[in-house]
């Protein structure tokens, strides 16, 4: 499980805000003080950063990166997107999912109901898979180097503790969870990672290459189930809507 001392440390000041008023002046002040000495997740989330900016366990894609590609969005999110690795623009610029299938992945956040701040977007690689010299696109990210890195993603999923994750694609779920089968057979239902409620769908590069209405609103049902268990109020313009 992964609530451990985080939890309890807001737990404990809750109880310390409830309280701080009914206490002397000179008490309130200290309390104040340690209040604000506790770090938020962004602060917990910058040495894990600096960590993976320099990190050199592949050395071949330490060697071929342009920059590493941490996460994106609001430590406190409620939804955390996770994809496979980054891609040529990710690469170039440095945030998840700012390509073409990242354009769909915010139009999909936007039809939620959420602003793509308001998530928090990572991959299990935080380096683009290097590729043959000459040779173009993008390729999946192997076995090891997922091994290698998803430490790096459960830190990130640790310290966010967000209520629900979504894997986008075959490849994130076998590095999440080590299971290999078709998108047919995980999707749209719930699974669980590290006791925290996972979401199976389409990665939005498949919706790019399948256009069919039918596969499109395959991942919006996702979407509703993810809604439904937020307990987001859903319109019905939502429950009608085709991506």
């Known amino acids: 499980m992964q609530e451990p001392a985080l939890d309890l440390v807001i737990a404990a000041l809750e109880k310390i805000r409830e309280t701080r008023d009914r206490l002397p002046r000179a008490s309130r ?29 592949c050395p071949h894609l330490a060697c071929s990166r342009t920059q590493t590609v941490f996460g994106v969005g609001n430590p406190d999110a409620e939804i955390m ?61 192997t076995p090891l180097e997922m091994q290698t890195c998803r430490p790096y993603l459960v830190e990130q999923i640790d310290i966010i503790q967000p209520k629900v994750l979504v894997a986008l694609g075959a490849v994130a779920v076998e590095g999440m969870l080590g299971m290999r089968g078709t998108m047919r057979e995980l999707r749209g239902r719930w699974h669980s990672y590290n006791g925290t409620p996972l979401m199976i769908t389409y990665h939005p590069a498949y919706l790019l290459r399948n256009q069919a209405p039918s596969e499109k609103r395959k ?9 439904e268990r937020l307990e987001r109020p859903i319109t019905e313009k939502q429950r009608n809507y085709f991506l």
């Open 29 to 57: 002040i200290s309390l104040t003080r340690l209040d604000r000495s506790v770090p938020d997740k962004a602060t917990l989330l910058a040495p894990v950063r600096e960590r993976v900016r320099v990190c050199t366990k």
């Open 81 to 141: 997107f996770i994809g496979e690795a980054p891609g040529a623009d990710e690469d170039a610029q440095g945030e998840p999912f700012v390509g073409r299938a990242g354009q769909l992945l915010t139009k999909i956040i936007k039809a939620m109901g959420f602003a793509r701040e308001d998530v928090y977007i990572a991959n299990i690689l935080k380096c683009r898979p290097d590729m043959p010299p000459g040779s173009f696109g993008n390729r999946a990210p």
């Open 219 to 227: 991942v919006w049902e996702d979407m509703l189930q993810v809604l």
